[in-house]
Each structure stands twice: as C-alpha cells, then as structure tokens.
Nanobody, 116 residues
Framework: VQFVESGGGLVQPGGSLRLSCQAS????????MSWYRQAPGKEREWVAR????????YYKVSVKGRFTIARDNAKNTVYLQMNSLKPEDTAVYYC??????????WGQGTQVTVSS
C-alpha cells in the first residue's frame, strides 16, 4: 500500500490549490477515501471524505463550501480542490482509506502554506 500526495505549495489568502493523492497496492475503487491535515503543534484532523458506493461527499464544517473532494478510479487518484484558502488551512495534507487498508500507515503528505 502506498499513497503519494502532491500539489501543495505557498499560496496567498483567498487563493486556490488542487491536491492529488496517487494510491497503489489495493483495490482503490472499493474504499472510501478521505483527506486529513495536520497543522504544526496539532493533531491530525479529518477534512473530507468520498463514499465509494454512493459517491456522496462529506466535509469538515470549516471547509464546507470551499473544498471539494473528487476521485478518479481509473487513475487510482483522489483530489482535493481548495478554494478561498485561509491561513488556518496551513497544514500538511494526507489521504487515506476508510477504513484503513494498512493500519498506521500514512504517506509523506504535501505541505500547504497560506500566507501573504
């Protein structure tokens, strides 16, 4: 099992970024996929989830209306479109399956920094 997150960077408040997570080593289409983030000095928190069976999406309240999770099963990839970014969105962003296909495993993440 492997997750490779990418697409992070430095962006000004109000800007946008699109994160990608390339997954491998399991049957991607069978799993819900989530994005998580971890800000400096804080615990990792859930951000968004894409249900594999229903295609319904779920969001942390603070990102709802600004972030959109999507997936491409043919590419084994999950995306997070982030608009209207705020400084409090600064964190390392990770993807993972729900439930965990590999207990305790996380990819390297991708750093998002929102600052003027």
């Amino acid at each position: 099992v492997q997750f490779v997150e990418s697409g992070g960077g430095l962006v000004q408040p109000g800007g946008s970024l699109r994160l990608s997570c390339q997954a491998s080593g399991f049957t991607f289409s069978r799993y819900d996929m989530s994005w998580y983030r971890q800000a400096p000095g804080k615990e990792r928190e859930w951000v968004a989830r894409f249900n594999s069976a229903s295609s319904r999406t779920y969001y942390k309240v603070s990102v709802k209306g600004r972030f959109t999770i999507a997936r491409d099963n043919a590419k084994n990839t999950v995306y997070l479109q982030m608009n209207s970014l705020k400084p409090e969105d600064t964190a390392v962003y990770y993807c993972n399956t729900e439930p965990r296909v590999r207990a305790g495993y996380w990819g390297q993440g991708t750093q998002v920094t929102v600052s003027s």
